[in-house]
């Protein structure tokens, strides 16, 4: 008797529970996206180089964001852009004073928190590798918008922005004339896979 009232229990508990919505994936939009890090050199210039070969695994829960999960990979070589007619300072970064490519030839991600009050701000904690590394990195995040792609997707915009001292990834190269605290900027349109 007491097993049929646990399933029974059970049963009705199945069919009266709400139904939580699962994550749903999305992939960038890179045609609007822009991943940028800035920093300030010699007290004269504000400098800035973009990640721009990257790809990634976004599962996004947007009623739940503890349930979202993200896992970014950065690729460096033929992957950054400071500008026009700047190979030479490419050529710096990749080298051992900073990224060391041919080492560590990716940068990668992986979110480990999200919290937010309102499910359109809040901060999302991760680990972030490079230079054969890992520490953790929180941004603040901001969600833009929502709409549709040409095709009827979902897609959302979000901005997110945060700092980190490159000398804790061993790259603190010319520190303190180049600045260690590095600025981050992201800002990107994701759009639902269906």
Partial sequence: M?????????????????????????EFDKSHTVVRAS????????????????????????????NSAIDVTFTLADGMWAGANQDRFIGHLSSGDFFEVEVNPTVHFVATGFDSEDNQTGT??????????????????????SGETRDGRTKHGFTATGSLMRSTWDMGFAVPYISDEIEIFISTELEATE
Avoid at 13 to 22: D, K, V
Avoid at 39 to 66: A, K, V
Avoid at 124 to 145: A, I, K, Y
């Fill in 124 to 145: 999302m904690t991760g680990e972030l590798t490079m230079n054969g590394q890992t520490h953790p990195v929180s941004l603040d995040v901001v969600m833009n918008g």
């Fill in 39 to 66: 920093w300030l050199h010699q007290g004269m210039s504000t400098m800035s180089l973009e990640l721009i070969n990257y790809d990634g695994t976004l599962m996004l829960d947007l009623e739940d964001p503890s």
């Fill in 2 to 26: 007491t097993r049929f009232l646990l399933s029974a229990a059970a049963a009705m508990t199945a069919f009266t529970a709400p139904t939580l919505a699962a994550p749903v994936e999305y």
